[in-house]
């Protein structure tokens, strides 16, 4: 059973900056998609950026180009988000989240996701 699990939200204020790490275990394949999701009060879930593996290419929201970064640590099976130059707007918990398939969506059908870490900045 794959299990995602996000650690280095917390709060902020607006330019400041913040690191997510997504460390999963229990992979039997290998992942063909891996992406970061947030969900504000009140508001749906969005994609905020994604990660083709085999490629390395990356692709984010247009709300977050040029401010945040998506990578990963292929030894440590790790995903990060480096969040720059941060918004009251950013403020939403963010989940991790991984998907089998090369179905050429950056942000649709993914199947394991984490439990969330919290990310708040203030104004």
């Known amino acids: 059973q794959v299990q995602p699990m996000e650690s280095g939200g917390g709060s902020v204020q607006a330019g400041g900056s913040l690191r997510l790490s997504c460390a999963a275990s229990?992979?039997?394949?290998?992942?063909?998609?891996m992406a970061w999701f947030r969900q504000a009060p009140g508001k749906e879930r969005e994609g905020v950026a994604a990660?083709?593996?085999?490629?390395?290419?990356?692709y984010y929201t247009d709300s977050v180009k040029g401010r945040f970064t998506i990578s990963r640590d292929n030894a440590k099976n790790t995903l990060y988000l480096q969040m720059n130059s941060l918004k009251p707007e950013d403020t939403a918990m963010y989940y991790c989240?991984?998907?089998?398939?090369?179905?050429?969506?950056?942000?649709?059908?993914?199947?394991?996701w984490g439990q969330g870490t919290q990310v708040t900045v203030s104004s």
């Open positions: 229990g992979y039997t394949y290998s992942p063909a998609y």
């Open positions: 990660l083709h593996l085999r490629s390395g290419s990356p």
């Open positions: 989240a991984s998907k089998r398939a090369y179905d050429l969506s950056w942000f649709r059908n993914y199947n394991y």
